[in-house]
């Protein structure tokens, strides 16, 4: 192992970005003040580059050879080394993977610190909010409807009934600690297990085995699987006894997997997020969206994200062909460097956890509001800056906690033994203090996205605060 490639002084490096930033905003203060300006010191640009620095200084230290070029406040291009092997052909474009990607920083935290705020699964009062949330988008979550509109509502809520919950499920906040863990056939050469088990929420991927043979791998504990249609149709198998297990389907519902839910204890929910007409692609991204609409901390195993890289293995079935696996690293790499993930690989595997050089909480949010802010500036649109700021439909809901229980008036002897429960009529007491916090700040509004990744497109609804206050 290269062990001194991660060794670091991270005291010292804090210290002088530290100085650095204070230096800017003297610099900054005095500016404003000789050209006599009233207008408030603005320091979006000084906090954006300091944050920049932090994460040229992160990649550096936890990319395994990818190196961050900053062009400016925003954009940035992440690198590989010169002589990296590109093996995986994109056939559609006649190339080989590209050695560099850039990215707008700016436009990534504003994204991915979004989702901590979201819901991101489809409930009734989402579909009652959103104009023509019946009519229209409905539709596109059933196939083999017959039609492309739900000009009988009352037959759609037939297809959906059994997979729509009155409210959200689960809330922002409500576990510290989450795994998600992906299918990379890398999982095999690490004993992850036991570590991947202590989270307090696991998320799994399609037809992720878990039994005692992968155990000292990939771990036991099970509590929330996304699947895509495929993977919906094994989905008894892939159970395979464990009822607790929360699935979450990623596409479309239709009556083969209706038949068999109703078979099943399991709760089972539509995703709420997904990039309709650009099919499923990406299930490791979703689970992530997953994990931080739910989670504090999200530490991500199974994803193929070391060097070297040649072929998209599974840890459970043969080799098949790979897809973008440079693009994918850079990816996840900048993600870690934004505080939304954190990597477990083979290759980081005898590393300490040491997440210092990792931009902490405060300096996060500071960044998201500068970027936000600076957006908003561009646009024209100064003022409102809220918590809500990007709500285009506002929709009102009973309190949390009620409503029926989603499939509740097609409830078979199955469904009154299953976890529904748990989940959909939690008592707000129950929910962990940090999930109680946020509702009352956010007034118990919660947020969803229409379709795909804009960040102004949400539909917000309103709950009562006055029975849990
Ligand atoms: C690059 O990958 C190809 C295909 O896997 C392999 O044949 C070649 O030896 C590799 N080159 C290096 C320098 O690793
Ligand atoms: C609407 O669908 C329901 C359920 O399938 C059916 O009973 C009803 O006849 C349909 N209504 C019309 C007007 O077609
Ligand atoms: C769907 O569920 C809702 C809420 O439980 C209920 O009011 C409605 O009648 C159900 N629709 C059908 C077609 O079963
Ligand atoms: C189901 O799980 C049990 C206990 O882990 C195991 O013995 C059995 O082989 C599994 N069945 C299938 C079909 O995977
Ligand atoms: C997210 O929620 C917190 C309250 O928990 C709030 O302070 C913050 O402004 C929200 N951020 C976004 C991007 O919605």
Redesign the pocket.
């Known amino acids: 192992m290269t062990r001194p490639r991660f060794s670091r002084k991270p005291a010292l490096v804090r210290l002088l970005s530290v100085a650095a930033l204070f230096s800017i905003i003297l610099i900054a203060i005095q500016s404003s003040f000789f050209t006599g300006s009233r207008a408030p010191v603005n320091l979006d640009i000084p906090i954006l580059s300091h944050f920049q620095s932090n994460l040229q200084q992160c990649v550096a230290n936890r990319g395994l050879g990818l190196t961050a070029h900053i062009i400016d406040h925003c954009n940035v291009i992440l690198k590989f080394p010169q002589g990296t092997n590109s093996t995986w052909y994109n056939e559609q474009f006649k190339i080989f993977e590209p050695l560099e990607y850039k990215y707008d920083v700016c436009e990534t935290i504003l994204l991915w610190e979004q989702y901590r705020n979201m819901t991101t699964v489809l409930t009734r009062e989402y579909l009652d909010s959103r104009p023509d949330g019946w009519f229209d988008y409905a539709a596109k979550r059933i196939a083999q409807l017959g039609a492309d509109k739900c000009y009988n509502q009352t037959l759609c809520e037939e297809h959906l009934n059994l997979t729509l919950p009155a409210k959200p499920p689960f809330h922002p906040r409500q576990f510290r600690r989450c795994a998600v863990v992906g299918n990379s056939g890398d999982l095999l050469k690490t004993q992850f297990g036991e570590e991947i088990d202590s989270h307090d929420a696991v998320i799994r991927d399609n037809e992720a ?1 878990v ?2 043979r992968y155990a000292k791998h990939v771990g036991l504990k099970r509590d929330f699987r996304l699947v895509v249609r495929g993977a919906a149709g094994n989905m008894i ?1 892939i159970l ?2 464990s009822d607790d297990e929360v699935l979450i389907i990623k596409s479309v519902i239709h009556r083969d997997f209706n038949a068999m839910i109703k078979k099943i204890r399991n709760p089972v929910y539509l995703f709420q997020g997904i990039v309709l007409r650009r099919g499923a692609k990406g299930t490791g991204m979703k689970s992530i969206e997953l994990a931080l609409s739910m989670c504090d901390i999200v530490d991500i195993y199974g994803f193929t994200v070391d060097p070297g890289y040649t072929e998209w293995t599974r840890y459970f079935s043969t080799p098949r062909k790979g897809h973008n696996p440079l693009q994918g690293r850079a990816y996840y790499q900048l993600l870690e460097c934004l505080g939304v993930i954190r990597i477990h690989s083979p290759m980081r595997a005898k590393r300490k956890q040491d997440w210092s050089d990792v931009p902490s909480r405060e300096m996060i949010n500071n960044a998201h509001r500068a970027a936000l802010h600076l957006k908003k500036k561009q646009a024209g649109q100064e003022g409102g800056l809220g918590r809500f700021v990007n709500c285009k439909v506002w929709g009102k809901s009973g309190p949390y906690g009620t409503g029926p229980v989603s499939g509740s008036t097609d409830m078979t002897d199955t469904r009154k033994e299953s976890n529904y429960n748990r989940w959909e009529i939690m008592p707000f007491e129950s929910l962990r203090e940090e999930a109680r916090k946020h509702y009352m700040q956010m007034e118990g509004v919660s947020l969803y996205k229409m379709d795909g990744n804009k960040l102004d497109d949400l539909v917000c609804v309103k709950h009562p605060l006055k029975s849990e206050a």
């Open positions: 085995p039994n005692e198998k395979n006894g």
